[in-house]
């Protein structure tokens, strides 16, 4: 089964280096307080080093090329809705494209802060699904190869 070649394949490394980031205390950049655009100001993917040995293609570029990890800032903290209460600080996850433009500039689901890393797949399933097609923002190279690798990928490829 595929949790049974996960189990085998992978070290307790991985598990450990993931539990302790948060200590080190990573350099990420603050959300909604950085107007610059991504190519101009610290990005850190989603993407690691170990993805192509566990994702398709597609969600390869996606995490690569796409997203993009973030720390909430107070505007973040202000912007969001009662409901969605989200912490100065806290870790997410958005789109690198849009992530400079103002809330109203922006598709649906532009950003998400997954409170568990469980939650971080969802989240990334309802960008996939609300987002990155309707994202004006993204150069239309990239949206090309995003939609002929989703395309791909619903195909069973």
């Known amino acids: 089964s595929m949790s049974a070649s996960r189990g085998s ?4 490394k991985p598990s450990a280096k993931a539990s302790t980031a948060p200590a080190r205390l990573l350099p990420l950049p603050m959300g909604a307080g950085d107007k610059r655009h991504f190519s101009q100001r610290l990005c850190i993917p989603l993407a690691t080093d170990e993805d192509s040995n566990w994702l398709s293609e597609f969600l390869c570029f996606v995490r690569s090329d796409l997203i993009e990890i973030f720390r909430a800032s107070e505007e973040d903290v202000r912007s969001r ?6 912490l100065h600080g806290q870790v997410g996850i958005r789109c690198r494209y849009c992530a400079h433009l103002p809330q109203n500039a922006k598709a649906s689901r532009s950003s998400s802060y997954p409170f568990t890393l469980s939650r971080i797949y969802q989240s990334l399933t309802m960008m996939l699904r609300d987002h990155f097609g309707a994202c004006g923002a993204i150069p239309a190279p990239v949206k090309e190869q995003f939609l002929s690798l989703k395309g791909q990928t619903s195909q069973g490829a």
């Open 81 to 86: 809705n009662s409901s969605k209460k989200v």
């Open 9 to 12: 394949a992978s070290s307790p």
